[in-house]
């Protein structure tokens, strides 16, 4: 049972990013995923939250309107795609799966010019 993200880096203000979870040994359609985000020397912040099955989704206020969390059940994946991208953005982001404590490596994302 794992998860594991991809599609950080760097990108510039106001530009547009998607990181993916993958998980594997469960169906992330039936649990309530999140993505939470990490700058150093601060607690780590939740971001969004989704539980697919009843199509429910939530932002923190910091983020709303210009991220979307959802999930490809195909792919057994959940995207957070960010537009608008700004330099407090910048964190290392993690997904997770809130009934496990499962939590993914972590993946930098870096908003500069």
């Known amino acids: 049972v794992q998860l594991v993200e991809s599609g950080g880096g760097l990108v510039q203000p106001g530009g547009s990013l998607t990181l993916s979870c993958t998980a594997s040994?469960?169906?992330?359609?039936?649990?309530?995923m999140t993505w939470h985000r990490q700058t150093p020397g601060k607690e780590r912040e939740w971001v969004a939250s989704?539980?697919?099955?009843?199509?429910?989704?939530n932002y923190a206020d910091s983020v709303k309107g210009r991220f979307t969390i959802f999930t490809d059940n195909g792919y057994n994946t959940v995207y957070l795609q960010m537009n608008s991208l700004n330099p407090e953005d910048t964190a290392v982001y993690y997904c997770?799966?809130?009934?496990?404590?499962?939590w993914g490596q972590g993946i930098q994302v870096t908003v500069s010019s």
């Open positions: 040994g469960f169906t992330v359609s039936t649990y309530i």
């Open positions: 989704i539980y697919a099955s009843s199509s429910t989704t």
């Open positions: 997770n799966e809130r009934s496990r404590g499962l």
